[in-house]
């Protein structure tokens, strides 16, 4: 299942397989293990958390009867969703994570289906009607790659979906990105122990790979968003933390804390967006 | 909070004896005017002497506090006189 662009499953599966039960200690109820899409002052984890999987929906006009395509479905959270809000009519959602597939198994989705595949490899049994890729992107690219190559690798995957997509369909994508950091600066300890083989887009190579593919419908980045997530996750870390220590270690826990603060301070000082970005299939592509 | 939190002097003492100890030079030549980023502080040594910090007076501070009062100066008026954030 190892992709050719980006983190292999093997360094996926260092971070994600870290145990389900050590994840739902400090994520919120669904387990979304991504940026929340904060309203107000007063929006809890799990609030923001349910606004971010109804914006990127209502991104892709899910209804009813909609086939979506999740990539990257974690533990399923979206797809619950749709099941719960829009009776998605099918859902596949695609996962390096061996722990996460099982978990999404274990949900008994009607209609849902959860593969062990990177999108490289992913063939349909038919359209999409609307992709969805949310915190996933970030591992599309390896550090080790040319910008020449990372931009091969985006451009390859925005291919992948144009020809998923049925006719004038969608792809709502959120991603960190770099802001006024450079590649170079990659926190080496975010990239060496937290998500190995991963190197972040910037906001213009989302925009330049779907060139002539896809129309840009709505762009953004809300940093602020991910400070709030990673604040939530350290306090429930915190508040839980001999829980966790129990079930995966001192220096487990540790990692956790120190990746959560560093990456905080990555988004306060805007060394890094989060961007979310929506697209519509050109349905006549003009390639470059 | 600790007691020790209110005095100014303390805390700026504190953070200087620190800092100093970080970067390997005198206390002297620790200018409380300065930004911790003048001094070449890179995110990970802040959170280090964050959490220090946080243990020292007795409240969990946000990690990002060095940030928003990028100063001796100003982060010693935050604690003395600021609403600090974090449970205590």
């Known amino acids: 299942v190892t992709p050719t662009v980006g983190a292999s499953s093997e360094a996926i599966a260092w971070h994600y397989d870290a145990g389900n039960a050590f994840y739902a200690l400090w994520l919120d109820e669904s387990l979304t293990y991504s940026c929340g899409l904060f309203a107000g002052e007063t929006t809890t984890l799990g609030e923001a958390q349910e606004r971010k999987l109804m914006h990127h929906a209502d991104a892709v006009e899910a209804r009813a009867d909609s086939h979506i395509l999740d990539v990257g479905c974690g533990w399923g959270s979206m797809l619950s969703w749709l099941h719960r809000h829009r009776r998605a009519g099918r859902a596949v959602g695609l996962t390096l994570s061996r722990a996460q597939a099982e978990h999404v198994a274990q949900l008994a989705l009607p209609r849902t289906e959860v593969r062990v595949e990177s999108w490289e490899a992913h063939v349909p049994r038919d359209a999409y009607d609307g992709i969805v890729t949310i915190g996933a992107f970030e591992h599309f690219a390896s550090p080790s790659a040319s910008d020449e190559e990372k931009l091969a690798g985006y451009r390859r995957f925005f291919r992948q979906c144009h020809g998923w997509l049925r006719p004038g369909g969608r792809l709502s994508l959120q991603s960190i990105v770099y802001e006024n950091a450079t590649r170079a600066e990659l926190n080496a300890f975010i990239r060496d122990s937290i998500f190995p083989e991963s190197d972040l887009p910037r906001a213009a190579d989302l925009l330049l790979a779907a060139q002539g593919l896809f129309e840009l419908r709505q762009l953004e980045s809300r940093p602020e968003h991910y400070v709030r997530t990673l604040r939530s996750w350290l306090a429930n870390l915190r508040r839980r933390r001999a829980e966790a220590v129990a079930l995966v270690g001192e220096e487990t826990v540790k990692r956790y804390e120190r990746y959560f603060q560093l990456s905080m301070i990555g988004f306060h000082t805007r060394r890094m967006g989060l961007c979310r970005a929506t697209f519509q299939r050109l349905d006549e592509p003009r390639l470059p | ?81 600021g609403s600090v954030r974090g449970a205590s």
Do not use: C
């Open chain 2, 1 to 81: 909070m600790n007691e020790h939190v209110r005095d100014a002097a303390t805390l700026r003492d504190w953070l200087v004896t620190r800092l100093a100890t970080i970067l390997g030079q005198p206390k002297e030549t620790i200018d409380t005017s300065w930004t911790f980023n003048r001094f070449g502080l890179d995110s990970g040594t802040a959170i280090g002497l964050t959490e220090e910090l946080s243990a020292w007076i007795g409240v969990e501070l946000d990690a990002m506090v060095l940030y928003d009062h990028p100063t001796i100066d100003r982060l010693v008026a935050h604690l003395v006189t």
